[in-house]
């Protein structure tokens, strides 16, 4: 029996005409970009994995060992030579061969030699407009190959490989054997927070789609109730009729699962050339899960029957019509209060759960919690616009018109904006717990930008080196004042301490790090720091011996060199060292260069200030095209008063990328129901205006019918983030709630619909035609 309905009920759906093909068109592009969207999310584990795969196959060649492996023909020398450009990320390495079959990274079919790199498309293509011209003087080199997608995280990534005869083990390069991992590397477990910060966006993320299709299957309700009645005619009884209408439904979600797999599949070959936020994603990577895909499959046609049959339990579908306008029984608030009501409970118990950095994140409470709670707002939008409406009387024409119609008939108008007051609710939860794990995430560097806009750093270097770097920063266009020094950590003869700070430096440089009053070439001085009695490295005294040749404390063993050997002269100067603009206090040694044999230190790093012009846009990265053309290998820190981790900034990208897509869900669902609405009511409309009936008249009335609804499930949607969003706080511990966390999902659900109005007003006029009288 219910086989033969359904089956009816899809005979109707393709054979119905014009008005039931339009529906059924509707349903299934509706649940069509649904399916679309839930494919994609079911894709994302497997897009994480392969960029992680990647990643991994790219810089295991870098997981260093404390032992260099041996030279062979297959071995080679890299560095990094990562860089920024105009706020633009590039992945690079320098590379060197030491033999004649040396291995390749992933995505390389040659090595480039000196003076030659291989690019990724993206960049190559960068590298040709007028903007890139101006990196491509930085990196110094002539294009001879490009990297393959095994190579690349994405196909937007900025990625090269330089060919290097400069590199060598002293200068700080690495020998590798092989691109391939050998070790397993033991992950970092996710901070509590930040996965709690995961769960709750995938939950509120994915509900909004799910309400989506769910008012999908819907689309055309009215007008196919009414066509239902000609069924009473000829003695379906009202069961019957609900499974026939069940059958036109399961037609329109089996035609959306088609057209969810086509959107998917053509969104797939063009994600390619779309990036969000700095995220770009290859095409072979988008694959859902099996599992998910088929949970899917069976999920949509059951929810279009099931919530088809739910819909029609109050519609009395007669022989001489449809019966919806007629008195009623209210809509019960109980059972609707049932969700909420357990979603508290599940919630409640969790709080204080995540105050330890190691706490177990309860996933399955959390995502059945925020579940249980969105949907009870959904629930209750009914019953609160149903009371509400009822008591609205009086007022101007349009507001009459428009609160009679939601007094007779609100299901639709509420449908339409049910994805709206998830999507706000889920919002306003996910900002409070966003911003809460954003201040957790977010800490004080103790860096102040006033005194320097820049530090450099660099490792394994010279004297000469150091010195040709200072010269070219002072050069620099927009560079006001640099100041570089060399520094090393030296044994202290005699005992097993760690090594003693040893900071190189001219005059005008080490008066930049210390009080040291006057001073000349040759001068000597030893740094305490005033930040803290109980310094944490050894400081040397006036007659104490160093091993320049060690970089921990001993110096047991005899010299091989007189030079490597120092003594810290009587005269040498007892100094307070000063915060510098990194924030940090330079104790131990400092000299000026000829008063030390600093070509004898192990290990010296390198390390400037650079203050730039802020007038001058390009000043940053004329100092970062310095730097690089000195020693790509250095690194260009800017100074910041906080820091965010990178694990949150990766996170908060993804969920920009998310959201978007989410968005134009909603909005698209809006206009498709609003739509809808007006085609129904296409020919009350004409009635009314061949009454004399303003057609601005007209308009108003179909702004507050969408407005009030709206208004509504904005207020619930505000109550239900804020609830949800202060229970998660609990969970971590939190006692400080923004309570006006509210306001910017509100103000964004109002751009929606006004957004959807804007949309919806020229289709409005043209149904207002006398044209609109005439029936079939």
């Given amino acids: 029996m219910w086989a033969r309905d359904l089956f009816l009920g899809a005979r109707f759906a393709v054979g119905g005409g014009r008005q039931g093909w339009t529906r059924t068109l509707l349903t299934a592009v509706g649940v069509g970009l649904g399916v679309a969207l839930l494919l994609l999310a079911t894709s994302v584990p497997e897009i994480i994995d392969n960029r992680s795969a990647r990643e991994e196959a790219r810089s295991a060649g870098t997981q260093y060992t404390e032992t260099e492996p041996p030279r062979t023909e297959r071995t080679m020398l890299t560095s990094d030579a ?58 110094d080199a002539r294009v001879v190959g490009g990297i393959g997608d ?78 239902l009645a000609a069924l009473r005619l000829v003695g379906t009884d009202a069961r019957m009729t609900r499974r026939i209408a069940a059958g036109e439904s399961l037609v329109g979600a ?51 029957v099931l919530v088809t049959l739910f819909a029609m339990r109050g519609i009395a579908v007669e022989p001489l019509g449809v019966v919806r306008q007629s008195a009623r029984r209210s809509r019960r608030l109980w059972w609707r209060l049932l969700p909420t009501a357990a979603g508290v409970l599940l919630l409640v118990p969790l709080a204080g759960s995540l105050t330890g950095d190691e706490a177990d994140v309860d996933t399955k409470k959390i995502v059945a919690a925020v579940v249980l709670l969105l949907s009870g707002a959904v629930l209750l939008l009914p019953w609160a616009v149903e009371r509400v409406v009822r008591k609205l009387s009086g007022g101007p024409l349009s507001w009459q018109l428009a609160t009679r119609r939601l007094q007779l008939s609100s299901g639709v108008a509420t449908r339409a904006v049910s994805g709206i007051t998830i999507a706000v609710a889920g919002a306003i939860a996910l900002q409070m717990v966003f911003t809460a794990v954003e201040a957790k995430a977010t800490q004080d560097t103790g860096q102040d930008p006033a005194l320097a806009q820049a530090q450099i750093y660099g490792q394994y270097t010279t004297v000469e080196q150091a010195a040709k770097l200072n010269k070219a920063l002072k050069g620099t266009d927009g560079v006001k004042e640099a100041q570089g020094s060399l520094q090393a950590y030296v044994g202290l003869t005699g005992t097993t301490a760690d090594g003693v700070s040893v900071t190189v430096g001219d005059c005008a440089t080490l008066r930049e790090l210390a009080r040291i009053g006057d001073c000349r070439e040759g001068q000597t001085f030893l740094a305490r720091s005033s930040e803290s009695d109980e310094p944490d490295e050894p400081q040397p005294e006036r007659g104490d011996r160093l091993a320049l040749d060690e970089i921990e404390g001993g110096g047991s063993k ?53 203050r730039t012009d802020l007038s001058d846009p390009e000043a940053m990265e004329n100092v970062r095209t310095t730097v690089f053309q000195a020693d790509p290998a250095y690194n260009i820190f800017e100074m910041k008063t906080r820091t965010t981790s990178g694990e949150f900034l990766g996170i908060q990208r993804g969920l920009t990328a998310a959201s978007a897509a989410v968005l134009l869900l909603i909005g698209f669902s809006m206009i498709i129901t609003t739509l809808e609405q007006l085609r129904e009511r296409k020919r009350q409309l004409s009635v009314l205006v061949a009454f004399g009936t303003r057609r601005s008249t007209l308009g108003a009335s179909v702004l507050w019918q969408t407005a009030v609804p709206v208004v509504l499930g904005l207020a619930l949607a505000t109550v239900f983030g804020l609830g949800l969003g202060w229970g998660l706080l ?47």
Wanted: glycine share 10%.
């Fill in 82 to 139: 990562n860089t920024r450009f105009h706020g633009e990320q590039l992945y690079g390495r320098q590379l060197r061969a030491e033999g004649s079959d040396p291995i390749l990274p992933p995505g390389v079919e040659k090595l480039p030699g000196p003076g030659e790199m291989i690019v990724s498309p993206a960049l190559k293509e960068y590298l040709a407009t007028d903007e890139g011209k101006v990196l491509a003087g930085r990196l």
């Fill in 150 to 227: 095994e190579g690349l995280l994405g196909p937007g990534e900025l990625a090269f490989y330089k060919g290097s005869s400069d590199i060598s083990l002293k200068s700080g390069a690495h020998r590798v054997e092989g691109f391939a991992q050998t070790e397993q590397q033991g992950e970092q477990p996710m901070d509590p927070t930040i996965l709690l910060l995961v769960v709750v966006a995938c939950a509120v993320l994915v509900m909004p789609i799910a309400a989506f299709v769910a008012t999908a299957v819907r689309f055309g309700g009215e007008r196919r109730d009414a066509r």
């Fill in 254 to 304: 089996l035609l959306g699962l088609v057209a969810g797999a086509w959107f998917f599949l053509l969104g797939r070959t063009s994600i390619a050339a779309m990036e969000i936020s700095g995220i770009s994603v290859f095409p072979s990577d988008v694959l859902p899960a099996p599992a998910l895909v088929a949970l899917i499959v069976l999920a949509v046609p059951v929810a279009a």
């Fill in 558 to 610: 005899a010299a091989k060199d007189p030079r490597d050997r120092w003594t810290v002269p009587g005269s040498a100067k007892e100094v307070t060292s000063r915060k510098t603009a990194d924030g940090q206090y330079t104790s131990g040694v400092m000299v000026t260069p000829s008063a030390m044999p600093v070509e004898r230190l192990k290990e010296a790093s390198y390390r400037a200030a650079v």
């Fill in 730 to 776: 609990r969970t971590m511990g939190q006692a400080k709630v923004d309570w006006l966390a509210f306001l910017p999902a509100v103000g964004v659900g109002f751009g929606v619909i006004a957004m959807v109005t804007l949309v919806s007003l020229p289709p409005l006029w043209r149904m207002m035609r006398p044209d609109g009288l005439r029936t079939e």
